[in-house]
């Protein structure tokens, strides 16, 4: 059945039920990644669209969820799905319109849902303005990016030895100017602004302005941790695939200057009423790096790479998790946990051990205090999917790399909403009338959302579950502290107040003598038949107890 037919009932639960709270709502909010060309297709041309996601939203306030982060849809050529922008106050129209964007924020609002929005305010595309301004010569646009002359007889290497995240050098020649380069840390059609330039300054302010005017309740900050560069851009002085996901300490990544920026931003945001709030995509060395982005005066959050980057493994999960909580405490800003987003492996496939892996790191992940991120079909189960014809791919990185990596499109297929993939659900599973932009494996049908609801035993409804307890109970997202307690080799086991979690990331079975209580929930089946005061905790399980 088409889920969002339910809309009208869902609608009128969800506004008695989740009207947002304006009491620093972010320190313990859900907030759930929509990819918006692989969410739900509105207009049947296979590509997920505005339209789509608007319809789609009932699902997302039946799951639980607080607020929706979309991944840009503004005007683009699509070098790079999208974080090519070429105007930051127009709508692809792959995506639709501005009347879309705003319909879509209205109806979010209406169901309780706060909305996020990417901003890339490192690179723009080099279709715009500014950039084709600055090929065809005008200074002033020139000084908005990082023009450089290159070294040796007639300036024929790059500027210095820096690589492009996406593979090769991060410079490429200037069209028509010979020995003349610009920078680009991603792809060349990513050319990087220079934040030096206070035009540059002044114009994303303008920006942030234009759509919390439309709004929006917060924004996402792509690579906000590379927008100022070491003075004079000096060699890196090694050699080796630079690595986004890396902690290497870089002359382009993580320098002090962008923290006067974002205290600028957060000027912004305070200006408007609601608690608009940012948060920052900053990959850093250290959690003590990270919690620079979030002090007082600058953004709200920041994404927790090192818990996403941390395997599963109970030593190095607790020593990661208390480095987050220590880190970010010490500056007063709520802890963020993540497992998956477009640019991973989905931690289905990533963690190994399957599906009993992944539903037992989602309950872990889900009962630490702080906030949350869930990227869509994270609650279906979904599996990365590795089998995709290099025909099909689009992952810029995958066609710099020569195929070696390029991983992320495995983690953007399509969701999948009805079981089957005919005529009456659509030719794809329910995403859209027509088809899908990337190839949905055989047996998708099986984990959409038609086919795990109302199943006790689906992951969907765990997450349904996890959600509402979350909610209900006041020990968890920004509530009681995290106190570990005892136990055997392989299991984290803590309570916040009455609420005890324990997991197993073993994959045999453990006993355990925690004075657990009453159980709320487990990602898999319990052992019923331990002795008096003992639970036995399955491998690759996590289970929730609140103390009597």
């Known amino acids: 059945m088409d889920q969002h037919n339910n809309a009208p009932a869902l609608e009128t639960a969800a506004r008695a039920e989740r009207a947002p709270a304006a009491s620093r709502w972010w320190r313990d909010a859900v907030i759930y990644q929509i990819y918006p060309r692989s969410f739900a297709d509105g207009d049947g041309d296979g590509m997920g669209d505005l339209v789509g996601a608007r319809r789609r939203l009932p699902h997302l306030a039946r799951l639980g969820v607080d607020a929706v982060w979309l991944s840009p849809f503004y005007a683009s050529p699509q070098a790079d799905a999208g974080y090519d922008v070429a105007d930051y106050r127009s709508i692809d129209p792959m995506f639709g319109t501005l009347r879309d964007a705003e319909a879509l924020i209205e109806e979010a609002h209406a169901l309780g849902l706060r909305v996020i929005i990417d901003v890339v305010p490192n690179h723009s595309s080099d279709r715009h303005e500014w950039f084709r301004r600055a090929l065809a010569g005008d200074p002033a646009a020139r000084r908005r990016y990082h023009f450089a002359s290159g070294k040796g007889p007639g300036g024929h290497e790059p500027p210095n030895d820096w690589e492009s995240v996406f593979g090769g050098p991060a410079w490429s020649p200037v069209p028509g100017d010979p020995g003349e380069w610009y920078l680009h840390l991603f792809a060349p059609e990513q050319p990087d602004f220079n934040w030096e330039n206070p035009a540059v300054r002044d114009e994303f302010r303008s920006v942030l302005r234009f759509w919390l005017d439309k709004g929006v309740d917060g924004f996402r900050i792509d690579v906000a941790h590379g927008l100022v560069k070491a003075a004079g851009l000096p060699d890196m002085g090694s050699s080796g695939q630079l690595r986004l996901l890396g902690t290497a300490e870089l002359p382009f990544f993580d320098q002090d200057g962008v923290h006067e920026i974002y205290r600028s931003w957060r000027a912004v945001l ?18 003590e790096r990270t919690a620079l982005y979030v002090r007082e005066d600058e953004l709200h959050q920041a994404f927790n790479f090192h818990y996403l980057s941390t395997g599963w493994d109970a030593e190095a999960l607790r020593t990661v998790i208390d480095a987050s909580l220590t880190s970010l405490g010490a500056v007063g800003a709520p802890a963020t946990w993540v497992l998956s987003n477009h640019d991973v492996v989905r931690h289905r496939t990533r963690l190994g051990g399957g599906h009993a892996r992944a539903r037992a790191a989602s309950l872990l992940m889900l009962a630490l205090p702080g906030s949350a991120y869930v990227y869509q079909g994270e609650e279906l189960g979904l599996p990365e999917v590795t089998e995709l014809p290099d025909g099909a791919r689009q992952d810029p990185s995958f066609f710099r790399a020569n195929g070696q990596d390029g991983l992320r499109d495995g983690c953007r297929v399509p969701l999948p909403w009805n079981e089957e993939k005919d005529a009456a659900a659509g030719s794809s599973y329910g995403f859209g009338s027509g088809g899908s932009w990337l190839p949905q494996p055989p047996g998708w049908g099986a984990l959409s959302v038609a086919a795990q609801t109302g199943d006790p035993g689906s992951t969907l409804e765990l997450y349904r579950t996890a959600l509402r307890l979350r909610r209900e109970r006041p020990e968890l997202g920004d509530g009681d502290p995290l106190e570990w307690l005892p136990a055997p080799r392989g299991v984290l086991a803590f309570r916040r107040g009455a609420f005890v979690c324990a997991a197993n990331t073993r994959t045999k079975p453990v006993r355990l003598d925690l004075a657990t209580g009453e ?17 036995v905790l399955p491998g690759d399980t996590t289970a929730w107890w609140v103390r009597g």
Do not use: C, F, I
């Not at 200006?271 to 990959?283: I, K, L, Q, S």
């Not at 159980?519 to 639970?535: R, V």
């Open 270 to 287: 305070d200006e408007y009423p609601g608690e608009r709030v940012g948060v920052a995509e900053a990959w850093t060395p250290t959690a």
């Open 519 to 535: 159980l709320l929930l487990a990602s898999g089946s319990l052992d019923t038949g331990a002795a008096p005061g003992e639970t």
